[in-house]
């Protein structure tokens, strides 16, 4: 099992930048595929991003493709989101998600939310106009 917790967030003007990270516990964190889903009030949780269990391999939706970077430190059992150029479209909660299954291609990274099996509790993002 792999407990998530996220933090980072909060409110920005548009054109700024965040930064979330998220601290997994769990032995088997580092054969996990990784990544960050998100939910803006009255919407579905969609899919943002995500990184191959090795770092490898990394996948963007196509409305925060350029400007949002996910990464990963095994040793450290974190994964994090640099985002950068906010708009306001991109105010909502933002979950870290694992996928548990082992035994992925080093270069395999989800490209849904459905590819997902778990999620933390979420932290907000708040862009301003």
């Known amino acids: 099992q792999v407990q998530l917790v996220e933090s980072g967030g909060g409110l920005v003007q548009a054109g700024g930048s965040l930064r979330l990270s998220c601290a997994a516990s769990?032995?088997?964190?580092?054969?996990?595929?990784m990544g960050w889903l998100r939910q803006a009030p009255g919407k579905e949780r969609e899919f943002v991003a995500s990184?191959?269990?090795?770092?490898?391999?990394?996948y963007y939706a196509n409305s925060v493709k350029g400007r949002f970077t996910i990464s990963r430190d095994n040793a450290k059992n974190m994964v994090y989101l640099q985002m950068n150029s906010l708009k306001p479209e991109d105010t909502a909660v933002y979950y870290c998600a694992v996928r548990i299954r082992e035994g992925h291609s080093a270069y395999y990274s989800p490209r849904s939310a459905a590819d997902f099996s778990s999620w933390g509790q979420g932290t907000q993002v708040t862009v301003s106009s």
């Open positions: 769990g032995r088997t964190f580092s054969s996990y595929p």
């Open positions: 990184i191959s269990w090795s770092g490898s391999s990394t």
